[in-house]
């Protein structure tokens, strides 16, 4: 080897001495190699993946059900002639039937009148008058048609094709009473119903009417001795309570044979969870933020016990 040679292999060794490692980098960002520290594989993907998703359901939620399918439900019934109270983003026509329930809030009615109507559902009563019968109004963004007709009633009620199913209940209803007989529909109706039908049997209720009577006289001496102790031998009885708290007992004594008065704090926070929804039924219901009807508890706990009172 000569001397040119040997100066070449030398001046080589020296820089290969001082070459770094260096690193492959590959046209996917997530798939770097080297002496680093690699990164996560698929990070970037199921970032892109979630926003995606997030973006389908704001569509989904915000344009199709608030506005698409109001807008054209609403068109196609109107060229049946079916017309109704205009609708209005997501709230629908909860706020008018709040109002109109609000100015018939202090409508006394005659004992010997049955016609209830005007004081618990004013607005069917108006856009009736207004619309014509059937009508169609908006329960937030869902569609009701309001009918008067016995007959046709009579049809819908009776009909097994299906196409008339029970309304969705709230969130927060199915939280605080279950998704019970009164709200499934179809086959897991059926499928409840036989589970319970022995229950309800002739030979068994017969079994209980001691019970229930039981029950009911105990109510009357209870009232009779409160009756007693006012000098003209008189008194005041709201029957929505004394009622709500005889079934109550009758449940108790039949299905679990306890008292009423045992489990009567259980039977009120039922009663103030069932205000609560029934006071915030025609609110607008955001998503992720039902449990915002749990800070309002005290202020109906404290306004049932007045009422009761």
């Known amino acids: 080897m000569n001397a040119t ?3 070449s292999c030398s001046s080589h060794n020296s820089l290969c001495s001082n070459l770094k490692p260096f690193h492959t980098v590959s046209l996917f960002p997530c798939s ?4 680093g520290r690699p990164r996560a594989p698929g990070g ?11 973006v389908a359901w704001l569509w989904d939620y915000t344009f199709l059900r608030l506005v698409w399918r109001p807008y054209a439900i609403g068109k196609e019934l109107r060229a ?48 009736r008058d207004q619309y014509g019968e059937p009508f169609l109004y908006w329960f937030g963004p869902k569609p009701r048609i309001c009918i008067f007709d016995y007959e046709l009633a009579r049809q819908i009620l009776s009909s097994k094709s299906g196409h008339f199913v029970k309304n969705d209940p709230p969130a927060t209803l199915l939280d605080v009473v279950g998704k019970g007989l009164a709200l499934l529909d179809g086959i897991d109706w059926v499928r409840h119903h036989r589970v319970i039908k022995p229950a309800f049997a002739m030979d068994k209720l017969k079994m209980m009417t001691t019970t229930m009577l039981a029950c009911a006289q105990s ?23 004394q009622f709500r708290e005889l079934t109550a007992d009758v449940i108790s004594h039949a299905a679990f044979g306890s008292s009423y008065r045992l489990g009567k704090e259980i039977f009120q926070t039922q009663h103030d969870l069932m205000a609560i ?33």
């Open 5 to 7: 040679t040997a100066a």
């Open 32 to 35: 770097v190699h080297g002496h």
């Open 44 to 54: 970037s993907r199921a970032l892109c993946y979630r926003a995606v998703a997030a």
């Open 80 to 127: 049946q002639g079916i017309h109704g109270p205009p609708y209005k983003l997501a709230r629908g026509s909860n706020e008018d039937i709040k109002a109109m329930k609000e100015e018939t809030d202090g409508l006394a009615l005659d004992v010997h009148d049955h016609n209830y109507l005007p004081r618990i559902a004013p607005h069917y009563l108006r856009w």
């Open 219 to 241: 109510m009357i001496k209870e009232l009779e001795n409160q009756a007693c102790q006012n000098k003209n031998g008189e008194i005041e009885v709201d029957f929505n309570i």
């Open 277 to 309: 929804n029934l006071a915030s039924l025609l609110d607008v219901q955001i998503p992720g933020l039902n449990v915002y009807s749990s800070f309002q508890v005290p202020s109906y706990r404290t306004e049932s016990a007045q009422m009761d009172a």
